[in-house]
């Protein structure tokens, strides 16, 4: 007989925590949003077709499904198509190979163990159209922790723009620096983030993230949060800011 924890284990790295029925333990994530959650989307999201951009194990696709949205969430299909600095690709690459890790592994138990009806969509954000998601367009997209990792987030944010209905809402949860935020609160500051960390381009201040969506053409910019700071394990612990705006209403 297979016991809930046995199919948690099926998956070496979970990077959510995330709350399944049957018993056993939640998922052993690297990072734990659930205190959080609640504070950042609305209460009751029936009848938005909603967007989970780099969903990776799925904690917010299936936090915006139980809330009531109807749910298309994308990533990629292989951890080497992710765009990581050349100078760290080679070493990465063999990490996850040596562990085993594979994307979507831990979003297919969840979504099983969840009875979810989640589609996920391998598209990556850097070439997200309308098209590449079925031709659908979004009332909401929910993109959370991503942006570091990206050479070009403002291009990510531009083609998520791209696939939101007019007037649609992004909400974006973000790292950011907690340093530069401190020291140049109104100046838009991005730190050059890869020889501290292999996985990261950039960390931006408040101020820079703010600018991100600005200069992607988004509207009705606001911050939605003071700076959070999740649990995590050591390796992962950093501060984040959520803001919520809008596509403009037209084109």
Do not use: K
């Not at 949205?69 to 080497?80: F, G, K, M, P």
């Not at 070439?127 to 998601?133: C, F, G, K, Q």
């Not at 723009?161 to 020291?183: D, K, N, Y």
């Not at 381009?201 to 600018?211: K, R």
């Amino acid at each position: 007989m297979t016991t809930p924890n046995a199919t948690i284990d099926a998956n070496p790295a979970w990077y959510h925590t995330i709350d399944l029925p049957g018993g056993g333990d939640p998922t052993p994530g690297h990072v734990d949003w659930r205190g959080h959650s609640a504070r950042l989307l609305d209460r009751d999201l029936h009848g938005l077709h909603a967007l989970d951009v780099g969903t990776y194990d799925g904690f917010w696709a299936f936090e915006l499904e139980r809330r009531g949205a109807e749910v298309v969430a994308i990533d990629l299909d292989r951890l080497d198509a992710a765009a990581w600095p050349p100078v760290h690709r080679a070493r990465l690459t063999a990490d996850a190979d040596a562990f085993g890790l594979e994307l979507g592994r831990g979003f297919r138990i969840a979504h099983r163990r969840l009875g979810s009806r989640v589609q996920r969509v391998v598209c990556d954000v850097l070439a997200l159209t309308p098209d590449a998601v079925g031709g659908r367009r979004f009332d909401l997209a929910f993109l959370g922790a991503l942006l570091l990792h990206l050479r070009d987030p403002i291009r990510a944010l531009e083609n998520i723009r791209s696939v939101l209905v007019p007037g649609g809402r992004l909400i974006m949860l973000e790292a950011i620096s907690l340093t530069e935020t401190v020291r140049a609160p109104r100046t838009p500051l991005a730190r050059f983030d890869t020889a501290a960390n292999a996985f990261n381009w950039w960390l931006p201040n408040v101020a820079a993230l703010h600018d991100y969506l600005w200069a992607a053409g988004f509207v009705e910019i606001e911050r939605i949060s003071r700076p959070l700071r999740p649990p995590a394990v050591p390796s992962m612990r950093c501060w984040y800011c959520a803001f919520s705006a809008r596509a403009p209403a037209r084109p």
